[in-house]
Nanobody, 113 residues
């Protein structure tokens, strides 16, 4: 199993970023996928989730209306479009397959002026 997150960076408040996660080593289309984040000193929290076929999505209240999760089962990719970013969105972001015990290295998102 391999999950490689990318797309993080430094962005000003109100800006946007698009995170991507490339998956390999398992049958991607059979698994729901989730994005988590962890800020310094905080526990890892669930940000967004998408079903295996992409028909169902869920979001943490803190990001609802600003973030959009999507997936491309032909490319084994899951993405997180993040708009209207806030300083409190600063964290390392991770993708994870449901019921697969593996975490990638994450990608750092910093929202600061």
């Amino acid at each position: 199993v391999q999950l490689v997150e990318s797309g993080g960076g430094l962005v000003q408040p109100g800006g946007s970023l698009r995170l991507s996660c490339a998956a390999s080593g398992f049958t991607f289309s059979r698994y729901g996928m989730r994005w988590y984040r962890q800020a310094p000193g905080n526990e890892r929290e669930l940000v967004a989730a998408i079903s295996s076929v992409g028909g169902g999505t869920n979001y943490a209240d803190s990001v609802k209306g600003r973030f959009t999760i999507s997936r491309d089962n032909n490319k084994n990719l899951v993405s997180l479009q993040m708009n209207r970013l806030k300083p409190e969105d600063t964290a390392v972001y991770y993708c994870k397959a449901v019921q697969v015990d593996y975490w990638g290295q994450g990608t750092q998102v910093t929202v600061s002026s």
